[in-house]
């Protein structure tokens, strides 16, 4: 099953496949070579250090390429606008109570970053939105009860 995920959410997971391959794992590689010229592996920290943190690379290494494999790669640019919410768009919300104004991100879940106004394409809010349009009213259930947003516009950034 494919999985969404936006351009750029594509490009920063090549981009750390690329370093793990090609910085990481060689500085990997030459500290277990160092550490095995100490001799005795059995009591070797600095060997058992590199060894271990060659699992953890390897393991990232092969999840990502798991993810990349299995993503469906969405560019929201190349989608026609019609002000639909749809995956990989930038929504701007307005608060119906208190007129406070909010911008989210449409991403895939590993994309999802709060700090970042990416919002999981999973996520309550995002699910409430997707095929809503411009000017209409969502309403979505928080752990504090209900809110009403407006959508006061949809991008495709």
Aim: proline fraction near 3%.
């Amino acid at each position: 099953m494919k999985v969404p995920m936006t351009l750029e959410g594509s490009v920063r997971l090549r981009e750390e496949l690329n370093h793990l391959k090609s910085v990481l794992r060689p500085q990997i590689i030459q500290a277990i070579s160092t550490a095995r010229e100490h001799g005795d592996l059995k009591e070797n920290a600095e060997y058992h250090a590199a060894k271990e943190q060659q699992g953890f690379a390897e393991g990232r290494i092969k999840e990502i390429e798991s993810k990349l494999a299995d993503a469906q790669v969405i560019d929201v640019t190349k989608i026609r606008h019609t002000g639909k919410v749809v995956f990989g768009a930038t929504v701007t919300l307005v608060e119906v109570k208190s007129g406070a104004e909010k911008r989210y991100k449409i991403v895939g879940e590993d994309e999802a970053d709060l700090k970042q106004n990416k919002i999981s394409v999973m996520s309550p809010l995002a699910r409430a939105l997707v095929g809503k349009s411009e000017g209409d009213a969502v309403v979505v259930n928080a752990p504090n009860g209900s809110i009403e947003y407006e959508i006061d516009k949809v991008e495709h950034l």
